[in-house]
């Protein structure tokens, strides 16, 4: 079970776009599974950076509508296209969501 995603948004001083791949393993009340997507970001003076992250999860349905989601985040972000602060790096971070569907 696949589903694949592509996104954009807006922040106060940047633009966001986003694209990925949603695999379940096993999808029913308690599910498991995982996401590989790639971000990128340029703010308004035209610096920015692009990051892919890796995630694995569990998904328990309280109601058709409320979800609770608890895993972890690999990321590595590939550098900054300006200024002296510029690199890559990767790190890994717990999370822990609820999630309310309309």
Do not use: C
């Not at 035209?46 to 972890?72: A, D, H, M, P, W």
């Amino acid at each position: 079970m696949d589903e694949y995603f592509i996104g954009a948004g807006t922040m106060i001083y940047a633009f966001t776009g986003t694209a990925g791949w949603k695999h379940y393993y096993k999808k029913s009340k308690l599910s498991f599974y995982s996401v590989l997507s790639g971000q990128g970001v340029i703010n308004m003076d035209f610096s920015g950076f692009l990051q892919t992250t890796i995630s694995f999860s569990l998904e328990y349905n309280l109601s058709k509508r409320t979800q609770v989601k608890i895993g972890g985040m690999g990321l590595m972000l590939l550098g900054h296209t300006s200024g002296s602060s510029g690199g890559s790096g990767f790190g890994v971070l717990p999370f822990l969501g609820l999630n309310f569907r309309f």
